[in-house]
């Protein structure tokens, strides 16, 4: 506070006029629940008190803004009211705006571009093991870019930020989509989903033509010479091995495609489900609002 002027205007009745400039700065509870695209009003009361008509009087005159930039916020309008139309309750009803532009680049871009990533990954064959790697850095890549920028986080207070919900979807997203693709790529390389089942071996198609050919000695319909069937083991054991890696082949290839499908409908689900989500969060973010009493310093 410092005066506008040094000199006293005193009045034969007793009056006394004097000036005084008054900076003051004011802590408002702003309603972040649109944040970044977050706009509310600021209320600052403006009093003083006469007892028994001895005391201060206060006269407004005409109320201006000189600076509308403050950081990220804009202020739109000033304007001077009195709840329940008494003297003794004057308040400055400031109607302010948050600059969108450097929270939504900071925050919100990074956060679409990451789910937009995990999309297009499902380009990515299951059977290659080149889909769980990404998918696993997209996860980490979010985690980190939280743990970077949980200072710039607007907090709580009455109404809790939509931008905390739409952070912790996108992150129950991702990881859901990497244990899918670990599950398909599971069921696309086995053809089960339990953990312990073993795949056979490469060998184990040569191993069973031996151990069906002990198991069967009276299968043979032409009785070959001693000398035929040395010279044809060797050979019907080769067409036993290809026949058998052909089978296993075939039967990869039916892995394949079952996880495939199943892959096709989990994408369209989850391509559903992200369409559902940008519905609901834009209605959220520019079609509700959370309400806060701003003059409840004046309910007693």
């Known amino acids: 506070m410092k005066h506008g002027n040094k000199d006293l205007l005193v009045h034969s009745n007793g009056t006394i006029e004097h000036m005084v400039i008054m900076n003051t700065v004011v802590g408002c509870e702003v309603n972040l629940y649109n944040y970044p695209f977050a706009s509310d009003f600021c209320a600052i009361g403006i009093n003083v008190w006469a007892l028994r008509g001895c005391g201060m009087f206060l006269t407004f005159g005409n109320v201006s803004k000189t600076s509308a930039n403050r950081g990220d916020w804009l202020t ?6 009195a709840k329940g139309g008494r003297d003794d ?5 400031v109607s302010l705006k ?12 990074p956060s679409i571009l990451i789910i937009v990533a995990d999309v297009v990954s499902y380009t990515l064959p299951l059977g290659k093991g080149k889909r769980i790697p990404f998918k696993v850095t997209l996860v980490l890549s979010f985690i980190m870019f939280l743990i970077i920028l949980k200072d710039l986080l607007p ?16 992150l129950v997203i991702l990881v859901l989509s990497m244990l899918q693709s670990m599950v398909l790529t599971r069921l696309a390389k086995c053809g089960t989903l339990w953990p312990c089942s073993r795949s056979k071996s490469k060998d184990s198609p040569l191993k069973d033509t031996d151990n069906e050919e002990e198991s069967r000695p009276d299968i043979t319909v032409i009785k070959l010479k001693a000398s035929e069937e040395e010279k044809n083991s060797p050979l019907q054991k080769v067409v036993k091995f290809l ?3 052909a089978a296993q082949d075939q039967k990869e290839v039916r892995h394949h495609r079952f996880a495939n499908k199943v ?4 994408f369209c689900i989850y391509l559903t489900i992200l369409i559902v989500y940008t519905a609901v969060i834009l209605y959220f973010s520019f079609g509700s609002r959370c309400e806060i009493n701003h003059l409840e310093f004046w309910e007693n």
């Open 155 to 170: 907090g709580g207070g009455q109404c809790s930020p939509i931008i905390r919900k739409h952070f912790c979807f996108c």
């Open 243 to 245: 026949n058998k890696m």
């Open 89 to 93: 309750r004057n308040y400055l009803w």
């Open 98 to 109: 948050m600059r969108s532009e450097t929270p939504f680049l900071t925050l919100v871009l």
């Open 263 to 266: 892959d096709l409908i989990c």
């Open 76 to 81: 739109e309008a000033v304007e001077l009211n």
